[in-house]
């Protein structure tokens, strides 16, 4: 597994290279582009690059086939691995603990932890 990188989704690889580095052909990697499971960045001339996070996806998509799935079940499964990956952080976000701010006391007055309570008489 790839370790999380801030520049995972700059696109820095170029079609031959990306597929070299995951074991595919190139004609592989336009037909997942063609069929949408994958969308490469683009430079202004048109060129595909692909970032760290677009191996990731082919490589899954990888694991995928091999499981027997065909194109059509591989972006619904991506899809729901995503869909999952959000509720997951919005779940991480709601459980961390909200910060209470109180203002500090105007000088002279008294607040309720410093008033004192008067003694009682029998």
Do not use: C
């Amino acid at each position: 597994m790839t370790l999380p990188n801030p520049d995972g989704d700059r696109g820095v690889y170029g079609i031959s290279v990306a597929a070299d580095l995951v074991g595919m052909g190139v004609q592989n990697l336009r037909l997942y582009e063609s069929r949408g499971p994958l969308q490469p960045e683009r430079t202004s001339g048109g060129t595909r690059r692909y970032s760290p996070n677009d191996l990731d996806r082919l490589r899954r998509i990888a694991d995928l086939l091999d499981a027997g799935l065909n194109l059509t079940g591989i972006g619904m499964v991506l899809d729901l691995e995503g869909q999952n990956a959000r509720l997951r952080e919005d779940q991480e976000v709601s459980s961390l603990p909200t910060v209470v701010t109180t203002r500090a006391p105007e000088p002279g007055k008294p607040t309720t932890s410093n008033k004192r309570s008067r003694p009682t008489h029998k």
